[in-house]
């Protein structure tokens, strides 16, 4: 299948995998990539995005599962990872505080869920900024690390503040990273798949 695609200087014809085949997808992964030349639109694209994620994960949170005192919730993690990649870390970081807030809102979320995501998110970001740009999926692994550790570490401040901390911290740390492990994994699958699509599509 062939899709139309105009660029400077004229009209090109690109070929979009069996996979790929609509013209909707090739749309959107041209209009995913940040303008860094464009300090307006990058700023614009990132708002969007930002928005997009904190809805997504607001949207996916019905797939939650409680264990002790936390709900498990692996797709913000997938979110975390996707948005921290694509956005950076203070984007991601916000993104994910406004889907927090708004699970706390409608109750699909406990207060522990801003320690839960805000930090994956966060260190994710800062782990893609520092890694060259083909090694930049494995920014994902930084997920679990952050949220199983200094997640948890906060998280248990919050649940436990007057002692018990340590069998708190031990109880959550395992609690996020069941969580966060398996969202990692699908959040880097997610970019692995569009930066082949991206790259297919062009």
Do not use: D
């Not at 994902?140 to 919050?158: D, K, R």
């Not at 708190?168 to 069941?178: G, K, Y």
Request: proline fraction near 6%; hydrophobic fraction near 50%.
């Amino acid at each position: 299948m062939t899709v139309k695609k105009t660029v400077k200087g004229g009209n090109s014809l690109i070929r979009v995998p069996a996979l790929f085949k609509c013209k909707e997808w090739s749309f959107v992964m041209n209009n995913l990539s940040i303008a860094p030349n464009n300090p307006e639109r990058t700023r614009l694209q990132k708002t969007t995005l930002t928005a997009l994620f904190a809805a997504l994960a607001v949207l996916l949170s019905p797939f939650s599962f409680p264990v002790g005192p936390s709900r498990c919730f692996p797709f913000q993690h997938a979110v975390n990872v996707v948005s921290g990649v694509m956005l950076g870390p203070l984007w991601a970081c916000g993104a994910a505080f406004i889907a927090s807030l708004v699970r706390n809102i409608l109750a699909t979320g406990t207060v522990l869920a801003f320690p839960g995501s805000l930090f994956g998110a966060l260190v994710v970001g800062f782990a893609a900024k520092l890694l060259p740009e083909k090694f930049r999926l494995w920014a994902a692994l930084a997920e679990p690390l952050a949220t199983g550790t200094l997640g948890a570490g906060v998280a248990s401040l919050i649940a436990s503040p007057a002692g018990g901390w340590t069998a708190m911290f031990a109880t959550l740390s395992v609690a996020f990273l069941l969580s966060s492990a398996p969202g990692a994994a699908i959040g880097g699958g997610v970019l692995y798949f569009l930066k082949r699509g991206s790259r297919k599509a062009s």
